[in-house]
């Protein structure tokens, strides 16, 4: 059990799950106070010392039935399912539809595992593999639903048939789950749990990558507010922090006087904290609108914790979006921002030279030493004028210049990217392809 914890917590890490060598210890230690035949009772000992966030949980579950649903011998699994009575995927499904129209779930589990074992098996001389594509392709159960609502009584009210329906794409959905979590578990049987769970496990959100989340943007969305949060306390306790400045000599020996003249307590100059202005030019063109779109959800989350902040949207012309973040309804803001900003008056692919050259010529009087540059884009010009002196004179009249890259930096300067020219005139060019490496910025530089 010890090996097969390390194991599980390393899976944990490796998934984007922190994990301390203190809480692998707290796990271990609850296995004192439950029962190992009770496997929920176990999964939920070890989720309370191990899990910091509902985001997390998806994965843990994952992880847990790979690591402690496994571990039977191959040939124990051959006798039991040689054991099983031989089904046909017709006489299959008539059990799963009874299984549906009934309220024992442990009936679909078992449906689930004899229905892997008979048809989700990949080619004939193997049993390594199994798929629960396959399975649920044999079994048809869109259409079994299908049937099913067809048949429900005529005299049910719009209600009723809403909330039967709802009902069995419920239980439907638990089926699905239950085949997938069964062929998970016998490749796991043969190919080791770690080799599953390298595919097996959804990124957790702040882990999802930009330019390539489709399906998981609600996520995203929800992990935006909480990360501001926490990004907001991290960035107030480091502003704070640095209000202390060097030892005020003077004050220092006056106050030593009351010890002997011995400066037991030195005192430090105190500092005005500095809250700079906050610039932010972000390319909304379709390659990186995503990464947009969040950035700057995030950065006027984080409002508060600067003098002013000002927002500038472009593809190829440019212009501010501030006012469509005045509330804190950020979702609708940059449904607005898509709909109302004027940010093509060409041909809708990037223009970076243009687009600089115009915000130094509309606001570069506005910018100054309090401000602080943010450049949210890919470097990809579209092989126009890149125009890297407007870039050089914007970076020279403000405090810092940053530049935040959705691409992977080995894709910098590849095609019409000018990442390496562009980087040269700013403080520094990062790359950042998910919350976690915006956070990691926003915490250790602004």
Same mark, same amino acid.
């Given at each position: 059990?010890?090996?097969?914890?390390?194991?599980?917590?390393?899976?944990?890490?490796?998934?984007?799950?922190?994990?301390?060598?203190?809480?692998?210890?707290?796990?271990?230690?609850?296995?004192?106070?439950?029962?190992?035949?009770?496997?929920?009772?176990?999964?939920?000992?070890?989720?309370?010392?191990? @899990?910091?966030?509902?985001?997390?949980?998806?994965?843990?579950?994952?992880?847990?039935?790979?690591?402690?649903?496994?571990?039977?011998?191959?040939?124990?699994?051959?006798?039991?399912?040689?054991?099983?009575?031989?089904?046909?995927?017709?006489?299959?499904?008539?059990?799963?539809?009874?299984?549906?129209?009934?309220?024992?779930?442990?009936?679909?589990?078992?449906?689930?595992?004899?229905?892997?074992?008979?048809?989700?098996?990949?080619?004939?001389?193997?049993?390594?593999?199994?798929?629960?594509?396959?399975?649920?392709?044999?079994?048809?159960?869109?259409?079994?639903?299908?049937?099913?609502?067809?048949?429900?009584?005529?005299?049910?009210?719009?209600?009723?048939?809403?909330?039967?329906?709802?009902?069995?794409?419920?239980?439907?959905?638990?089926?699905?789950?239950?085949?997938?979590?069964?062929?998970?578990?016998?490749?796991?049987?043969?190919?080791?749990?770690?080799?599953?769970?390298?595919?097996?496990?959804?990124?957790?959100?702040?882990?999802?990558?930009?330019?390539?989340?489709?399906?998981?943007?609600?996520?995203?969305?929800?992990?935006?507010?909480?990360?501001?949060?926490?990004?907001?306390?991290?960035?107030?306790?480091?502003?704070?922090?640095?209000?202390?400045?060097?030892?005020?000599?003077?004050?220092?020996?006056?106050?030593?006087?009351?010890?002997?003249?011995?400066?037991?307590?030195?005192?430090?100059?105190?500092?005005?904290?500095?809250?700079?202005?906050?610039?932010?030019?972000?390319?909304?063109?379709?390659?990186?609108?995503?990464?947009?779109?969040?950035?700057?959800?995030?950065?006027?989350?984080?409002?508060?914790?600067?003098?002013?902040?000002?927002?500038?949207?472009?593809?190829?012309?440019?212009?501010? @979006?501030?006012?469509?973040?005045?509330?804190?309804?950020?979702?609708?803001?940059?449904?607005?921002?898509?709909?109302?900003?004027?940010?093509?008056?060409?041909?809708?692919?990037?223009?970076?030279?243009?687009?600089?050259?115009?915000?130094?010529?509309?606001?570069?009087?506005? @910018?100054?030493?309090?401000?602080?540059?943010?450049?949210?884009?890919?470097?990809?010009?579209?092989?126009?004028?890149?125009?890297?002196?407007?870039?050089?004179?914007?970076?020279?009249?403000?405090?810092?210049?940053?530049?935040?890259?959705?691409?992977?930096?080995?894709?910098?300067?590849?095609?019409?990217?000018?990442?390496?020219?562009?980087?040269?005139?700013?403080?520094?060019?990062?790359?950042?392809?998910?919350?976690?490496?915006?956070?990691?910025?926003?915490?250790?530089?602004?």
């Amino acid at each position: 059990m010890l090996q097969r914890v390390l194991e599980f917590t390393d899976a944990l890490r490796d998934a984007g799950i922190p994990v301390a060598v203190s809480e692998s210890i707290d796990a271990l230690r609850t296995l004192d106070h439950v029962s190992l035949e009770r496997q929920t009772a176990v999964r939920e000992a070890f989720a309370a010392t191990l @899990v910091k966030s509902g985001p997390q949980r998806a994965a843990f579950d994952t992880l847990f039935d790979l690591y402690f649903g496994t571990g039977r011998r191959p040939d124990f699994l051959d006798q039991r399912d040689a054991g099983d009575k031989p089904a046909t995927a017709e006489q299959l499904l008539d059990e799963l539809r009874d299984a549906l129209a009934g309220t024992d779930p442990s009936a679909m589990s078992d449906i689930a595992r004899r229905a892997v074992a008979q048809l989700g098996r990949l080619g004939s001389s193997s049993r390594e593999w199994y798929s629960n594509y396959e399975v649920l392709r044999a079994l048809d159960l869109t259409g079994l639903l299908a049937r099913m609502d067809a048949e429900l009584p005529d005299d049910l009210s719009d209600l009723e048939r809403r909330l039967i329906r709802d009902e069995l794409e419920r239980r439907a959905r638990a089926f699905r789950d239950a085949v997938l979590r069964e062929t998970r578990r016998r490749v796991a049987e043969h190919r080791g749990a770690q080799a599953v769970a390298s595919y097996a496990v959804k990124p957790l959100p702040e882990n999802l990558n930009f330019l390539s989340a489709t399906a998981d943007m609600a996520e995203l969305r929800r992990a935006v507010r909480p990360l501001a949060r926490k990004l907001a306390t991290r960035v107030a306790m480091k502003r704070r922090r640095a209000t202390r400045g060097h030892v005020d000599l003077r004050r220092t020996v006056r106050h030593s006087l009351s010890t002997g003249g011995v400066p037991m307590d030195p005192v430090l100059r105190h500092r005005a904290p500095h809250r700079p202005e906050l610039f932010v030019l972000c390319d909304v063109s379709g390659s990186v609108s995503r990464f947009a779109r969040f950035a700057l959800m995030l950065t006027h989350a984080l409002a508060a914790q600067f003098s002013r902040v000002r927002s500038f949207a472009f593809v190829d012309t440019i212009d501010e @979006v501030t006012r469509f973040f005045e509330h804190e309804d950020f979702v609708a803001a940059i449904d607005r921002m898509n709909d109302e900003a004027l940010v093509v008056s060409d041909d809708g692919h990037s223009d970076y030279g243009t687009v600089f050259e115009r915000f130094l010529e509309n606001y570069g009087s506005d @910018v100054g030493p309090k401000t602080t540059l943010l450049v949210l884009g890919d470097a990809r010009t579209n092989y126009r004028s890149r125009k890297a002196w407007a870039l050089k004179e914007l970076a020279d009249k403000v405090r810092h210049a940053y530049w935040l890259n959705p691409e992977p930096t080995y894709d910098w300067d590849t095609g019409d990217s000018a990442a390496s020219e562009y980087a040269a005139l700013v403080d520094d060019m990062v790359e950042v392809r998910n919350l976690r490496q915006l956070e990691d910025f926003i915490a250790t530089r602004l």
